[in-house]
């Protein structure tokens, strides 16, 4: 980007050289970046270079006032602010002849720092630390990368699973917006650990911003010397891959994955063998969801004493939880495992106002995602971590929080998620595609109004016939919500059949809905 710029200045400059402002970064900025070897280039190429012995954005506006463009400093302030994920920033200018060339403070600190450990003792500190995956099971994260045969003559591969594609979770997709530098880093030392030299990030393909945020990032990498041949003296080599899949929600299935990688369908492996022996091209290889990688580098930074330090117990440290549906502030709320739902309910601002302008009442809600038996208002106050989800009959999952108020019809609502478990299906085996196509067919009629209280056992009894009997867990997640809201809904679901069709105005429980009574007179 700044060799563009060099070679094509923008119009509209004022007349002046174009200026070049070098901003300090911190103490390791130096070590990673020549300001003074930049400095001379530039002035080489007829660029006036001026470096602000400062931090901060507002020393910016001090800058361009120093050198002469202190009509423009207010404005930069807001283009360029400090803390920035790049190490290397070429600015946006405000005006034509302005480029900011910026250090962030501590940006692949931690890097710097894994490169002079042991690969042995990272993975001896993301054990140490307690982390968990934060895909949805719950495996030991350092565990997994011990499993790593290293006397296996074959390459090993890192793969980061980004194929968010659960109803309801909404935490990968954010995070690689908001601070793709973060996911990145975090490849790098996994990669070392390991002792991969290829790494590959799995993007779910409809989601080409991200993608396109990604590839930058790792571009900008590349750039400052934190990928490639020997990173930053070390020794050590890596390759990173960004990988758009074709769009499968069945490919956030780790083996199926590695198919679609491979470029065949995506569909589910048979194991053993497991990845971490015969994973991508036959090869050792750890599989980890975004977050999980994304948590690394604040551990190799902070140490695994400051990450265990969070959490509970047994589920230690922090996570990005995912509140939607029926909350003020729908968003995602980083905190410690172990926090409740009635405490992130009070930080997104509370449930929406009912009829009455008053809070609406939780119905019902998903600890993680669609794919997790559902819970109710008498769960508020239960520890969000893996321990307490699982004693209270569902998963903490991918930690995507759906709040629903009593406007919502829960029998509608299961429908859909099943509607989409039925779509979704790879079909590789008969449990999962017949059963999820049954279990639309009878929910459909209930939902209408139609059939009778037998139907009831009907669908738990299909529940059960692939409930542990499909290839992956796809079928699994699909009979989640439905034996969970027949269990605490049963009268609703008998409602629809006395009502001859739902007792609910579908229109109440949407986001434009007016402050009506959610249930038909």
Not at 37 to 57: D, E, I, T
Not at 356 to 368: A, E, N, V
Not at 375 to 385: A, G, I, Q, R
């Amino acid at each position: 980007a700044l060799s563009g710029y060099l070679t094509h200045p923008p119009s509209g400059t004022s007349g002046a050289k174009p200026l070049v402002v070098l901003v300090h970064g911190g103490p390791e900025a130096r070590d990673y970046f020549d300001f003074e070897q930049w400095s001379q280039y530039l002035a080489s190429n007829g660029f006036r270079v001026f470096q602000p012995q400062f931090r901060g954005s507002s020393g910016y506006g001090k800058a361009f006032a120093e050198a002469g463009y202190g009509q423009w400093g207010g404005l930069m302030q807001h283009d360029v602010t400090d803390g920035v994920e790049h190490l290397i920033r070429p600015g946006k200018a405000t005006r034509g002849n302005i480029c900011i060339i910026g250090a962030s403070y501590g940006g692949y600190a931690a890097l710097k720092k894994a490169l002079g450990m042991a690969s042995d003792d990272i993975i001896t500190a993301v054990k140490d630390s307690g982390l968990r995956g934060r895909g949805g099971a719950g495996f030991p994260t350092g565990m997994k990368w011990s499993f790593i045969p290293q006397d296996n003559p074959k390459p090993k591969y890192l793969v980061v699973n980004a194929d968010e594609s659960e109803p309801g979770t909404c935490k990968d997709i954010p995070l690689m917006m908001a601070s793709p530098h973060t996911l990145v880093e975090g490849v790098i030392i996994s990669s070392f650990a390991i002792r991969a030299n290829k790494a590959f990030i799995y993007i779910r393909g409809e989601v080409l911003h991200v993608i396109r945020r990604v590839q930058a990032a790792v571009a900008e990498a590349y750039a400052a010397g934190h990928l490639g041949t020997d990173i930053h003296g070390s020794g050590y080599d890596l390759d990173i891959v960004v990988h758009a899949g074709a769009g499968a929600y069945i490919c956030g299935e780790e083996t199926a994955l590695l198919e679609g990688l491979e470029g065949r369908r995506g569909q589910p492996r048979l194991r053993p063998p497991f990845p971490a022996v015969a994973g991508l091209y036959a090869s050792p290889t750890v599989i980890n969801n975004v977050e999980s990688i994304a948590s690394v580098p604040s551990i190799i930074a902070n140490g695994a004493e400051w990450f265990s330090s969070m959490g509970t117990e047994k589920s230690k440290g922090y996570g990005i939880f995912s509140l939607s549906g029926h909350v003020n502030r729908p968003g995602q709320y980083e905190a410690p495992l172990g926090i409740t739902l009635r405490q992130l309910v009070e930080l997104a601002g509370g449930m929406r106002p009912g009829p009455d302008g008053q809070p609406s009442r939780l119905k019902f809600w998903t600890p993680g995602g669609s794919s997790t038996p559902l819970l109710t208002e008498e769960h508020l106050d239960l520890p969000l971590d893996f321990e307490s989800m699982g004693e209270a009959g569902t998963m903490l999952g991918t930690r995507a929080l759906q709040l629903f108020d009593e406007t919502t019809c829960v029998v509608r609502a299961v429908l859909r998620w099943t509607e989409f478990y039925k779509h979704e299906s790879c079909g590789k085996c008969t449990p999962c595609r017949e059963g999820t196509w049954w279990l639309v067919q009878t929910l459909a009629a209930l939902e209408r109004g139609e059939g009778s209280e037998s139907d009831l056992d009907l669908l738990l009894d299909q529940c059960e016939n692939i409930l542990g009997r499909s290839f992956c867990a796809l079928g699994d997640g699909a009979t989640s919500p439905i034996s969970s809201s027949i269990t605490f809904f049963r009268d609703e679901y008998l409602a629809h059949l006395t009502h001859g069709g739902c007792p609910f105005d579908p229109a109440a429980s949407t986001a434009w809905a007016a402050t009506t009574a959610g249930a038909k007179a």
